[in-house]
């Protein structure tokens, strides 16, 4: 199976300037765990999880007023879409993360998840 497969094509993207409340109220209103940060000022994207949201509370920073922008990951490892399954769920093992943004050129396609991945795999062994 390739990252195609099991992506999300459907991204939330959020722009660098909404609060963290913000970004975790749509988060969490789509049922997802991560967003594509675009800043049109910057170059590229960046990725905002719900382990940034989590550990800018756990520091006692307000989520009213703290900015996606100062919480996100610019420097994004990014997945093709024709990826195997194994090689991305290696790749967010090796790296220690539960997302991939997916990209053909600069084009963002979509975000796999771990539990993607592992939806996937159970799916695959259950129909053999």
Do not use: K, Y
């Not at 675009?38 to 920073?61: K, M, P």
């Not at 195997?84 to 090796?94: C, G, I, K, Q, V």
């Amino acid at each position: 199976m390739r990252v195609s497969d099991g992506m999300s094509a459907l991204v939330l993207v959020i722009g660098p300037n909404h609060t963290l409340r913000q970004a975790a109220t749509l988060m969490a209103a789509r049922h997802v765990g991560a967003a594509v940060v675009l800043d049109s000022e910057a170059q590229g994207f960046g990725i905002l999880t719900e382990r940034d949201v989590l550990r800018s509370v756990a520091a006692g920073q307000n989520p009213e007023t703290e900015l996606v922008g100062d919480h996100l990951t610019r420097d994004v490892v990014v997945a093709g879409p024709d990826w195997s399954l194994d090689e991305a769920a290696a790749t967010m093992l090796r790296g220690g993360f539960r997302h991939l943004v997916v990209t053909t050129g600069t084009e963002v396609e979509g975000v796999l998840s771990m539990r993607d991945v592992v939806r996937c795999w159970s799916t695959q062994r259950v129909a053999v």
